[in-house]
């Protein structure tokens, strides 16, 4: 079965970092891109980052570019969201989520809630 674990969330205050993990099982990692979307309270679920499966190339939504970071280990299995310069409004659910060719999502991590207060 295809899993998807993300964790590493928690409490951070305004311009501090917290990095996220999202270890993936039953699939071929390094085949697949994989994207991280964020949900915050009352708000529809927004696109946060995506990264093509060999890592090489990363793509990022206007609100976080400069600030936050993804990368994967395919040897490890496992895809990062390094979050620098944190904000209030990037407080959310964080949820990693498999792509496929077409852009869609697939299969989603159960979330990992980060929450950005002084």
């Known amino acids: 079965d295809v899993q998807l674990q993300a964790y590493g969330g928690g409490l951070a205050h305004p311009g501090y970092s917290l990095r996220l993990s999202c270890t993936a099982s039953?699939?071929?990692?390094?085949?697949?891109?994989m994207t991280w979307v964020r949900q915050a309270p009352g708000k529809e679920p927004e696109w946060v980052s995506s990264?093509?499966?060999?890592?090489?190339?990363?793509y990022y939504a206007n609100s976080v570019q400069g600030r936050l970071t993804v990368s994967r280990d395919n040897g490890k299995n496992t895809l990062y969201l390094q979050m620098n310069s944190l904000k209030p409004d990037d407080t959310a659910l964080y949820y990693c989520?498999?792509?496929?060719?077409?852009?869609?999502?697939?299969?989603w991590g159960q979330g990992t809630l980060v929450t950005v207060s002084s």
């Open positions: 989520a498999r792509t496929t060719d077409w852009g869609a999502y697939d299969y």
């Open positions: 039953g699939f071929s990692f390094d085949a697949y891109d």
């Open positions: 990264i093509n499966s060999g890592g090489g190339s990363a």
